[in-house]
């Protein structure tokens, strides 16, 4: 077996097993491997002498405790193996589009720092806030969706049946593999029409399209979640909801309240967390004790995972393989993925976080974590897989750079001629029109606020 992956299940068991580690047995495949360790796991945790019946509390001996602990590292190796089969079968086609999305998102999140550094785009003389939520150095996180049921498969509109995803403020690039057109979050930070939001919020999302907006109450997404995967689960569909927070989101009461329930109910519900070790100034040190966030899942009887979040590979096989699980009506799992927030909190913040030594600013990043984190770059390592895979050379890479950034001008010129929301909208635009109940004798044709602008009902199905 090639070095490559050896080094991979080192790095695995070294998190999840290191009992497993010492000899591991010299075998021809992959599978070979997988039963070997599986084998090896068993005979660990066979437990002899005569207080392996021996009460621990009424109906619990001790062998069922090691049994616990023996079925849930069965799991993990299992899924070790399984998401390694499942990154093998990424095709050159997909891998395409998890750079093309990349460079896309990279592209965008340019564009909006640069408008909010200019502060030319005003609504009369007032500019628009443009509270930008910077998302370079995660781009890796297109991979998540790379296997979701989502559009153009599953079309958008009132009757959408894909999957549905819950992105944070760092999660542009998942926004964009479920509408990827670029107009969607530029029209949103403008504070133009156009959007769901219709300039009322900065944050980005269409329900109708698979992607729920978030909330500055970081944790009302993924409370949200709960119902329509509640709803998925009754509908036997094979449907899946995915939930994303940071690491400080992690902390709030109402993420684990929601994590809990989940996997009570086996809600078909992935829970990510990107710890990009910084929630808004405040470190990943002083966040948690805990070394990883994917430990946090034994607490609630679920698998936990931490994966390198800056390798879009890795994060379609964790994510594929949690979705795939959920469908089959196993419950949620935890993923957490390991990445960097490269920029400041938001675009107000670069200086405060960088630095700028001729202002006389000492900025509060770490300056070992920056260098460090810098060379692992999502999209530059990404592109030197690709080039070392022959898939492209150096020329392919500079056109699929001007394509993105040619897709992100014509979106531009597209808002800027876009209207701006017409105040007197505003009372149409706060409570859900009510929907009759079925069967009920009602005509509501007469209601202002039972239709949507299109004259389609406004409430999803």
Excluded at 28 to 39: G, K, R
Excluded at 83 to 99: A, C, H, V, Y
Excluded at 288 to 311: C, H, M, Q
Excluded at 407 to 421: H, K, S
Aim: proline share 7%; charged share 30%; with cysteine.
């Amino acid at each position: 077996m090639p070095d490559d992956f050896l080094r991979e299940v080192h790095g695995f068991l070294a998190l999840e097993a290191p009992f497993l580690i010492r000899g591991l047995p010299q075998v021809a495949t992959e599978d070979e491997l997988e039963e070997v360790l599986l084998e090896r796991l068993g005979r660990r945790f066979q437990l002899g002498g005569k207080f392996a019946k021996e009460s621990l509390y009424p109906n619990v001996q001790h062998s069922d405790a090691a049994g616990w602990n023996r079925e849930a590292i069965e799991e993990q190796l299992r899924g070790f193996f399984e998401r390694r089969r499942i990154k093998l079968s990424i095709t050159n086609e997909e891998r395409l589009e998890l750079l093309r999305r990349m460079l896309l998102t990279r592209a965008v999140d340019e564009h909006l720092k640069s408008a909010f550094d200019r502060k030319s785009i005003k609504w009369k003389d007032y500019p628009s806030p443009q509270k930008g939520f910077r998302s370079t150095g995660q781009e890796a996180i297109v991979g998540a969706c790379l296997r979701l049921r989502k559009p153009p498969e599953h079309a958008p509109g009132p009757d959408y049946d894909g999957d549905v995803i819950a992105p944070l403020i760092r999660d542009l690039g998942a926004v964009l593999m479920f509408k990827p057109d670029p107009l969607h979050p530029i029209l949103v930070q403008y504070g133009k029409a156009g959007t769901p939001v219709g300039g009322r919020d900065l944050h980005v999302g269409d329900l109708e399209s698979g992607v729920l907006p978030p909330a500055a109450p970081l944790a009302i997404a993924t409370q949200t979640l709960l119902g329509i995967a509640q709803a998925m689960k009754v509908g036997g569909k094979g449907r899946v909801c995915v939930s994303f927070i940071g690491d400080g989101g992690s902390s709030l009461g109402e993420w684990h309240e929601a994590v809990n329930f989940a996997a009570v109910r086996d809600l078909p519900l992935v829970f990510i967390v990107e710890n990009n070790l910084w929630a808004l100034g405040t470190h990943v040190s002083e966040q948690t004790r805990a070394k990883r966030f994917s430990a946090r899942a034994a607490g609630y009887g679920i698998p936990g995972v931490t994966l390198f979040g800056n390798d879009p590979e890795e994060v379609a096989a964790g994510v594929t393989w949690a979705a795939d699980r959920a469908r089959e009506g196993k419950g949620p799992a935890l993923i957490e993925l390991v990445t960097y927030r490269r920029p400041g909190h938001a675009h107000h913040d670069d200086v405060r976080f960088h630095g700028n030594p001729e202002a006389g600013v000492q900025g509060y990043e770490n300056e070992a974590e920056r260098r460090a984190w810098e060379e692992v770059d999502p999209v530059d390592l990404y592109e030197k897989h690709l080039r070392e895979r022959g898939m492209l050379t150096p020329k392919r890479i500079d056109l699929l750079h001007q394509v993105a950034r040619r897709e992100v001008e014509e979106a531009v010129r597209n808002a800027e001629m876009a209207p701006w929301p017409e105040s007197d909208d505003y009372k149409n635009r706060v409570f859900a029109p009510e929907r009759p109940l079925a069967g009920a004798d009602h005509d509501d044709s007469s209601d202002p606020g039972s239709k949507t602008e299109s004259g389609a009902d406004s409430v999803p199905r």
